[in-house]
């Protein structure tokens, strides 16, 4: 995404600890340690480009020990509401809606054709997958998992560490650590995603 934007970047370096040095979609790619060797703090943004929450939430740790700061990546296509507040390291991609009061806090990653309806919170960490849909005055916690075109009632709250499967609607408040589907959505298992 952010090769087909314009930004004020002269230079993309991917991070991956599980590949050696190399380069990556024509970008240099380096272990962590070699990049906090090549690149200040001072001189450098990181997008975390992850979308599972519990390695979101581990690199997000990572970068801040480090004094890095996190760069957020909003397409052009994104309708943001004015009074909508996107926190750093946030990623929105393409056809999004965020509406009016809504707040994403740090690290939260916004797949295309999502939808956030007004007065919205969504918790650092969280991932919502392509065409979700968030009705007004809902609430979801950290470490989050939407699925694909999964859809949430208004004024719901779900709690910390939930996937909500694909498709699901979530139509009543749902706790920490589970996993939910269905229509309406159900407690279908705990999960451990810390």
Sequence with gaps: ???????????????????????????????????????????????????????????????KEHGYQLASIIHPTCILSKSAKVSDGCIVKMHTVISSNAYLA??????????????????????????????????LGENNFLGVHSCIREGVVIGDRVIVAMMAAVMKDIGNDCTVGGNPARVIKPNQMH
């Design 1 to 63: 995404m952010i090769q087909s934007m314009e930004t004020e970047w002269n230079q993309i370096v991917f991070m991956d600890d599980t590949q050696p040095a190399g380069t990556f979609l024509g970008c240099k790619r380096v272990p962590f340690v070699q990049f906090a060797r090549d690149y200040s703090y001072t001189d450098a943004k990181i997008v975390i480009a992850v979308g599972e929450p519990s390695v979101r939430a581990k690199m997000y740790a990572c970068v």
């Design 106 to 139: 740090e690290n939260v990653y916004v797949q295309s054709y999502a939808v956030i309806g007004h007065d919205v919170v969504i918790g650092q960490n969280s991932m919502l997958s392509g065409g979700s849909f968030i009705a007004g005055h809902c609430t």
